[in-house]
């Protein structure tokens, strides 16, 4: 159902094709929340049914027609109404990588700390994809109201990678010290 709201908030700020849609996502929430395209596709199908959005074909000579959504006010409304509920949940951690980490006793520490290695990789790569895309979207920490979402959640995202770089530095340098016992 969440994966509905962050589409409605997308289209709240412009009307957007699928693809458009696609690539927001991918570079304003990938670091808290993953959407496949064809999901994002299906539920778009669903919210035009349900009129929570419309959406037009624009034909083009050389490429493809392409299909243009838009917020429509009953999606509005129905996207208003979720932010304004009072609720808040239990904080949530399913993390897969977490899980293979507890599990590092069925290992040695030399495979352990090849894993953890890759992982840290994969965290400094994302950082640095966070903190390109900042540069260029919010160059002197200027954030205009309607970007308020993108610019806290990146910042949250950047200390969740640069949290992780950190405890893999923590968790090798543990298994090293192990290995030495």
């Keep these: 159902m969440a994966l509905r709201y ?3 908030g997308l289209l709240s700020k412009e009307p957007s ?12 929430m ?3 929340w993953t959407a496949h395209h ?15 959005v419309s959406s037009k074909i624009i034909h083009q000579e050389e490429y493809p027609d392409k299909k243009i959504y838009s917020i429509e006010s009953k999606g509005y409304e129905d996207l208003i109404q979720w932010l304004a509920r009072d609720t808040v949940g239990q904080p949530k951690l399913k993390d897969e990588q977490l899980m293979r980490v507890s599990l ?8 352990a700390i090849t894993y953890l290695n ?34 806290l959640t990146l910042e949250y995202g950047m200390r969740y990678m640069k949290n992780w770089i950190e405890w893999c530095d923590w968790a090798i340098e543990v298994l090293e010290k192990f290995d030495e016992e």
């Excluded at 999901?39 to 049914?49: D, T």
């Excluded at 590092?104 to 495979?111: D, M, Q, V």
């Excluded at 950082?127 to 390109?132: D, G, P, Q, T, W």
């Excluded at 540069?135 to 610019?151: A, I, S």
């Design 30 to 32: 990938t670091h808290f």
């Design 17 to 28: 094709t699928g693809y458009e849609l696609a690539q927001r996502f991918k570079e304003t």
């Design 38 to 52: 064809t999901q994002i596709y299906r539920e778009l199908g669903k919210m035009e049914k349900e009129e929570l």
């Design 6 to 8: 962050a589409l409605l």
């Design 118 to 151: 890759k992982t840290k990789k994969l965290h400094t790569d994302g950082l640095a994809f966070m903190e390109r895309w900042k540069r260029l979207n919010f160059p002197d920490e200027k954030v205009p109201k309607q970007e308020l979402g993108e610019y």
């Design 104 to 111: 590092f006793h069925l290992i040695s520490s030399k495979e």
